[in-house]
């Protein structure tokens, strides 16, 4: 997607490389280990990238369908696995999701905090704590590379609302989104980006810009677009928030 930024998700759950001067940075590792292998070190393979340099694997929330792959690959290439305090203790002692297709969690590694940031060779990353879609959702900031110029980009590491009438956690949403409404207003930011290819529409995306090579970056929207995003998704949080008062 970016001179810097790799696709090797799926059309449902999304997987990023980042590539730095030092290594990999792989973000999610979709729901097991044959999509890990199919998808991620196959992809890999494609993209010209040595699946044996991923460093660290972030997990933007502890749901399977984000840290399914992460044993698998961190045990075959010795790669960290980062998440955030509250979803490594959500991930070991109540976990809220399981399914057939999804394997225990990873072995606790290592814990971010808000703020903290994960750097490797050139590149840095800001693990923002956006809780809501889980207690610990961790949404990174980086910056990616495209035709000669730097972008800020975001990846929104939890959208939906599959937790019930949970008040809090829908207050905790809004508030996450309003807090990176003005963190991306101060750099800017102008591209986000999804764990979930139907939420920032990488699909489309990604078929047009090899339909057309050379034009401008469909991922690269522009500070204004990212902003009402986040305006919409904590309005979206707010409205759900009130029809579960009903």
Not at 34 to 61: C, N, S
Not at 84 to 102: G, K, R
Request: with cysteine; charged share 20%.
């Amino acid at each position: 997607m970016f001179d810097n930024l790799y696709y090797v998700g799926g059309d449902w759950v999304s997987a990023w490389v980042l590539k730095t001067s030092q290594g990999l940075v792989l973000i999610d590792a979709l729901n097991n280990e044959e999509e890990a292998h199919a998808l991620i070190e196959g992809g890999m393979a494609k993209l010209g990238l040595d699946p044996r340099q991923i460093k660290y694997i972030v997990i933007t929330h502890g749901h399977g369908d984000h840290y399914g792959g992460a044993s698998y690959l961190a045990k075959k290439y010795g790669a960290h696995v980062v998440a955030s305090e509250a979803d490594w203790t959500m991930m070991h002692t109540h976990l809220e999701f399981s399914s057939a297709v999804w394997p225990q969690p990873p072995a606790r590694d290592i814990a971010v905090k808000d703020g903290e940031r994960l750097t490797l060779g050139d590149t840095t990353l800001t693990l923002y704590l956006t809780p809501g879609h889980t207690p610990g959702t961790l949404s990174p900031v980086f910056d990616v590379r495209s035709g000669g110029r730097t972008h800020h980009a975001m990846l929104w590491g939890g959208t939906s609302f599959n937790f019930g009438k949970d008040f809090g956690r829908l207050q905790s949403y809004e508030a996450a989104t309003q807090r990176m409404r003005g963190i991306a207003a101060q750099m800017p930011v102008d591209v986000l980006v999804s764990n979930h290819a139907s939420f920032d529409n990488s699909i489309a995306r990604m078929k047009a810009m090899r339909a057309a090579p050379g034009a401008p970056n469909p991922f690269v929207t522009g500070p204004e677009v990212v902003d009402r995003s986040l305006h919409i998704m904590g309005e979206c949080a707010r409205a759900q928030s009130d029809r579960s008062r009903l």
